[in-house]
């Protein structure tokens, strides 16, 4: 079976880019609550993650993500309100896009080599 | 003002990618007939369009791209008749992903850093 995926990116003013990569380090940090475990997951190394989370949060008006030091709970990753928000847009501009689109996206399947 | 841009990208299933590079290669291939021609206008070195070239030859079922060389007119490029198919369909799952999340991708807009 051909199987093909659409993705979709946003090409941010200051010139860095918002796309799959990003939104997948979004929610593994909301479910892990960790750096480290996100990226482990992602099998993504620790310094691009940390990279990847640079580069959202001097994007937007507020970080995305915030990491609290130490504390009670020996501190941790929270995606904030806003992280959440930036991701529940991006996952519905991907949704619309392709719901918008599956006629034309299966036409061109056709023509894929298998 | 801010200004973003949404772009998209097929991931095909031999590994290989269709997004904005190799659908301005294919539009400026068309219009000047020519891979120096086309990668110059573009900013691309020759190698980079030729590789690009051969990645979308052999992801389809017949080639996007055809060069023929000597004859009566020197040879040329000529982007096929499938080239301009994929190139249409590109462009219209473009244009309506766009169409399906204008109000999404405003409201991202507003979060967005000037």
Chains 1, 2 share one sequence.
Do not use: W
Request: charged share 20%; proline share 4%; hydrophobic share 40%.
């Amino acid at each position: 079976m051909k199987t093909a995926r659409l993705s979709l990116r946003i090409d941010l003013p200051n010139g860095t880019r918002f796309g799959p990569g990003k939104a997948a380090l979004l929610t593994a940090l909301r479910e892990d609550g960790s750096i480290k475990a996100a990226a482990t997951r992602l099998g993504m190394s620790y310094p691009r993650a940390l990279k990847l989370i640079e580069q959202m949060n001097s994007s937007f008006a507020a970080p995305l993500v915030e990491t609290q030091h130490g504390g009670s709970d020996g501190g941790g990753t929270r995606v904030t309100d806003l992280g959440q928000e930036v991701l529940d847009l991006y996952t519905a501009i991907c949704d619309a896009s392709a719901a918008a689109s599956t006629d034309q996206f299966h036409t061109l399947l056709k023509h894929i080599r298998d």
